[in-house]
């Protein structure tokens, strides 16, 4: 069965309703929504509301409707009261529109009126007496500081592994960053850490930095006036949706082109073919792992027909051959255009063979990037690119690659251009220097798994679901954590002082001591021995800027879950028990690295890091914006109003590489096939290309779809999109059981039949709590230890006939049909 | 989409169902004398409206149907094959409303394929799936009206299983 809400009438929000100023914290566009609160006792009425029209009317197409899933009871200064999250029409980055995802917020808010996610943590629990036990913020964050304090004083600060978010949104931004940031970057050196997403602490786009090119340097409205769309790996109306339908899609009605170069057809490719007509849509479905061939052909192309613009290059490149060497931080050369293209060169035949796409198509595109116009006008082009390139085959050559062509076209730093990552989740970073970590970082997942580390702290990271190779990691990390339960359970009813040496004992055999901080229970959560409860963007204020750079303050409207607090207020929590435990311990001078932790609000926290390095910006400034918050660089303060950039190196300097000639590199991205190890070896050896894929219905790994009874109802297994014939030759139905499997592991997710899928390759949803994609995909990562998730091959097997709860749901193409 | 061909859609019973639901929003005053609420009924009090006969139908065809009332527009099918929710004889006439609970955008059937899609933002449902959102934006399934059939063959609608988009009563 369908799910039906079963609703069909709400409570009406009344005019002087309390409005809270919110940008949606799931996806890096970062729609603009206010949250309206009133009292449990109150309604506004037909005539009479908070929006201010007559609901007694049907409204018309995009008018306001509050949904069913925009609307909650919960708490707010210890009171029931009424939510409405609903999307702002004057927020410049959506105009109203909402996602499936943003659109849900109020729902999966905690409330204990209406039953939504009671997976919240609400309590601190630590491992006693055989299971996780509630206690106090005290007593667990004690037995962190003592056994973390103990382990890094006996051993060094090298047996302290971090795994902590990096990203803004959700329980990110600023203040979170800064909170986790100063406790492991600056009262302590911690080298051994990596991001939610990658196995190590490393940049997503090293090459375009080390090229100078900061990542998000456009401006969403340069998709609305530009000639063209490169989307490289990126599949928008999924996973930026209201970028492509308020932005991308602007573009393409007044004239712009569409090029996608993807493997797999995207909904999004069917919703630009709709928008711009066919002709004005160009699918490169390539080979998988071929995007930097393909690349370095347009690059050619474009430099032997003379569409470069050689007054850019000339005023804003370096000039001088090569710049910077091909080393061990430095997967490829970089320099000047003729320098980088005596590594590109790159005939359209020879990436017609390579890519496995029409000639005419490579030609094509490069004519639609780069050939001028009839007038000689430049063609102004914006590309863009995310998860496709970045977790693919030899990420820093190829995003070079990508960014080469955007740099010799002149097209980064004007209007209608940019060359930008797309983007996960918001941006929210601000920490102090990560250079001690090195480059390349270390691996963190092989560190783990070969008996690496002895205190394990775990920040709002669910690995088990998210990361590569994760079959045998969950066995070891399973194995390793297990022994100090045992040692645990077995100093039951002892003092503290012998449960920490019963813990530092186990760790110092093989085990490790597992802190998770999470807003949820999680499967990587399920080793751990403490688990503190956090907080959620607007359960707290948070700071984030969207994928053009745009910081909004989103504010608070509830109250966090039982004693659940923002991350950066644990961070400081654990800083001042560490503080007092070194102290008792004797080692005052390291003690003293702890203090500067008293804040009492997230608040403090944005004051003591963001705000420091710029001092133009604070919550009350930023409140005054509104959901439309400033493009970062802030750059000063007039008038009331905080002034920013729309557009980075507008002037023709770039800087993102340190440089002080301030001129763009290019990068020599020669061509050496599959690069991270085992690829070639795996794809030779197995049936199916196993693409790994994101769908717009779920945010991330799921950790709040997972309880939310709308979305599970639509897909209660990940799906795995199929081709008939593949199917048929398997014996498969629509929504059978069916396991992927290889050397590395296996997986389950239900076949779904997909007319566009191409023979040989199956695309599987990311991240799911049901079955982890990250089972399958080797351990092979670049030099830097960028891993490359996106290259998995494997064979495929049913496991059983379709569940009922499968039979149920649809099974229908996901592309529009009129 | 939009067929031509148009059905009762019960405009007295609807009128009944609109003037009950605003009584019930209702809160007088009098003056001098305690406050007192009109009681009003937990639920929604939908109206039974004739929709059409089966023998109107024929499978796959749509027909336009306007329920609760005027203003909210939906279609009424036969499948030709039991589904979900499905009443008459042979278990397969639904109706829903067409308006996208995304943004309210009015779609248009999908014959060949049994969507209902939005030119809009390009969401689309499974009318053979009770409603559920194939692929979109909106944050429900389709709001499915809930139909009875008599001795005569006459299709009712009297219910709905969501909230219909751009109202907060699905009766106003």
Known sequence: MAYKRQIDRLPIPPADAKVHNVTCHYCIVGCGYKAYTWPRNKQGTLKDNAFGIDL????????????????????????????????????????????????????????????????????????????WQPTSWDDALDLVARVTARVVTQGSEDDLVVSMFDHGGSAGGYENTWGTGKLYFQSMKVKNCRIHNRPAYNSEVHSSRDMGVGELNYSYSDYEVTDTIVMVGGNSLETQTNLFLNHMRKGLENGAKFISVDPRRTVTIN??????????????????????????????????????????????????????????????????????????????AEAAEICGVPEADIIKAAEWIAKPKE??????????????????????????????????????????????????????????????????????????????????????????????????????????????????????????????????????????????????????????????????????????????????????????PGSAKPDCLIAAGIARHMERVLREMGEDAYADQFKGYDWETEEDAFMDGYAQGNPEVTYERLRAMGNNGVQEPVVGYEDGKLIG???????????????????????????????APGKAQEQASHKFWINNVRANIFWQNQFLDQDNDFIQDRFPYPFIEMNPDDMAELGLNAGDLIEIHNENGATQGMAYPTDTAQRGQVAMVFGSPSGSQGNVVNPGVNELVLPDYKHTWGNIRKLADATPQARAVSFKSKEYKA | MRCKKMVDVGRR??????????????????????????????????????????????????????????????????????????????????????????????????????????????????????????????????????????????????????????????VL
């Not at chain 1, 008018?63 to 029931?80: E, H, I």
Request: glycine share 12%; hydrophobic share 35%; charged share 20%.
């Open chain 2, 13 to 170: 019973q609807f009128l009944r169902g609109g003037a009950l639901a605003a009584a019930g929003a209702a809160v007088t005053t009098v003056a001098g004398a305690p406050a007192q609420a009109t009681p009003a009924n937990a639920q929604v009090d939908y109206p039974s409206s004739r929709l059409a006969n089966i023998a109107d139908l024929a499978v796959n065809e749509p027909l336009d149907i306007e329920y609760p009332d005027a203003d909210s527009p939906g279609v009424l099918l036969k499948l030709g094959t039991p589904v979900e929710g499905g009443v008459g004889p042979d278990g397969d006439i639904v109706a829903y409303s067409v308006l996208c609970p995304h943004k309210g955008y009015y779609m248009g059937y999908n014959a060949e394929d049994r969507t209902l899609n939005c030119p809009g933002h390009f969401s689309r449902f499974d009318v053979e799936a009770g409603g559920q959102q194939v692929w979109g934006h909106a944050t429900q399934n389709l709001p499915q009206f809930t139909l009875r059939v008599d001795d005569k063959g006459d299709i009712y609608a009297e219910g709905a299983s969501d909230l219909i988009f751009g109202r907060p009563s699905n």
């Open chain 1, 271 to 348: 919703a630009a073919e709709e928008i711009a007509g066919k002709d004005n849509v160009l699918h490169l479905a390539i080979k998988p792992g071929t995007d930097m061939v393909l690349f370095n052909a347009l690059l050619t192309h474009i430099v032997d027909q003379g569409w470069t613009d050689d007054e850019f290059i000339k005023a804003s490149t370096f000039q001088g051959g090569e710049a910077v060497a091909e080393g061990t931080g430095q997967p490829a050369g970089l320099g000047s255009l003729d320098y980088a293209m005596q590594s590109c060169r790159t005939t359209t």
């Open chain 1, 645 to 675: 950039t729309p557009r980075l190196y507008a002037d023709g300097k770039f800087d993102r590489h340190g440089r002080d000639d301030k001129k763009a590199l290019f990068c020599a991205a020669g061509w050496r096939g599959w690069q």
């Open chain 1, 375 to 560: 007038d000689g006008a430049r063609r102004k082009c914006v590309t863009c690119y995310e998860k496709g390139v970045i977790w693919g085959n030899d990420n820093y050559r190829t995003i070079g690659a990508i960014v080469n062509v955007s740099l010799a076209t002149g097209n980064i730093g004007r209007e209608g251009g940019g060359c930008c990552r797309l983007g996960g989740h918001q941006e929210g970073y601000y920490r102090p220097s990560d250079a001690h970590v090195g480059r390349p970082p270390t691996y963190i997942d092989q560190l783990l798994i070969s008996g690496g580390g002895k205190v394990y702290h775990v920040w709002a990271c669910d690995h088990y679901k998210t990361t590569l190779n994760a079959a045998e990691f969950k066995r070891v990390l399973n194995r390793r954590s297990q022994m100090v339960k045992d040692a645990i359970d077995a100093a039951a009813g002892g003092s503290r002082e012998e449960l920490v040496d019963a813990i530092v004992s186990a760790v110092n055999a093989g085990g490790i001591f597992v802190v998770d901080v999470d807003i949820i229970h999680s499967q990587i959560g399920q080793t751990a021995h403490v688990i503190l409860p956090a907080a959620e963007s607007n359960e707290m204020n948070l700071t984030s800027m969207n994928g053009e750079r745009r910081l909004r303050l989103s504010e608070k409207y509830m109250d966090p």
């Open chain 1, 56 to 131: 007694g009317q049907q409204q018309g197409a995009d008018g306001t409707w509050l949904a069913p899933a925009m609307y909650n009871v919960v708490q707010q200064d210890g009171k029931d009261v009424h939510l409405a999250v609903v999307p702002d029409p004057d927020c410049v980055v959506n105009s109203g529109l909402v996602s499936i995802r943003g659109g849900r917020m109020a729902e999966n808010r905690p409330s204990r009126v209406t039953g939504t996610q009671q997976q919240r943590l609400t309590d601190p629990m630590v491992w006693r007496n055989g299971t």
